[in-house]
T-cell receptor, first 110, second 112 residues
């Protein structure tokens, strides 16, 4: 079945560090891929999405490229700030809704 | 404006007591609506979805049920809570013609 794998459970960084979060997916066809961000105590928010294979999505300094060859959709940001501390979820279409990865908790210290 | 609102914000309930969580949307007719559950520190697990009034499909039941009594309302309920029902319940909808989910603020449930 469709699935999303995020291997990193926790990432700890300092401000201005480079952020890289792994995501690989397994689906049929070429679904839209998503990154959601969830701040403490809130519902997840859409961060970015990419509909077409080999395209890149970007938002608020975050980027992710839909790589059909490696079935990956890694998220990266050149210089993180403390406000980027949150849980990040990779997701893909699965039937009538989205299937989410297990999430990566990013902690950024000032 | 398109909005999604969940209620209550938080509840502390006893094991064996009933539960009702609500979700109301504004700004779109006949949206697809979803319930997700998130254990503390866990991922998002889809529970139910509905594409129209009176129709609900179950993905994972967890001894819960859902109903869609009105076009703009989605209800999650159970007659007897279990300790394992504790967590964060999220209502979500598709606001446009794509498949992007937009989530409500969530309802936090603690079962004691």
């Amino acid at each position: 079945g469709d699935s999303v794998i995020q291997m990193q459970g926790q990432v700890t960084l300092s401000e201005n560090d480079f952020l890289f979060i792994n995501c690989t997916y397994s689906t049929t066809g070429y679904p839209t891929l998503f990154w959601y961000v969830q701040y403490s105590g809130e519902g997840p928010q859409l961060l970015l999405q990419v509909t077409t294979a080999n395209n890149k999505g970007s938002s608020r300094g975050f980027e992710a490229t839909y790589d059909k060859g490696t079935t990956s959709f890694h998220l990266q940001k050149t210089s993180v700030q403390e406000i980027d501390s949150a849980v990040y979820y990779c997701a893909t279409q699965g039937g009538r809704a989205l299937i989410f990865g297990t999430g990566t908790t990013v902690s950024v210290s000032p | 404006a398109q909005t999604i609102h969940q209620w209550p914000v938080a509840e502390i309930k006893a094991v064996g007591s009933p539960l009702s969580l609500g979700c109301t949307i504004k700004g779109k007719s006949s949206p697809n609506l979803y319930w997700y559950w998130q254990a503390t520190g866990g991922t998002l697990q889809q529970l139910f979805y509905s594409i129209t009034v009176g129709q609900v499909e179950s993905v994972v039941q967890l001894n819960l049920s859902a109903s869609r009594p009105k076009d703009d309302q989605f209800i999650l309920s159970t007659e007897k809570l279990l300790l394992s029902h504790s967590g964060f319940y999220l209502c979500a909808w598709v606001r446009d013609s794509g498949n992007t989910l937009y989530f409500g603020e969530g309802s936090r449930l603690i079962v004691v």
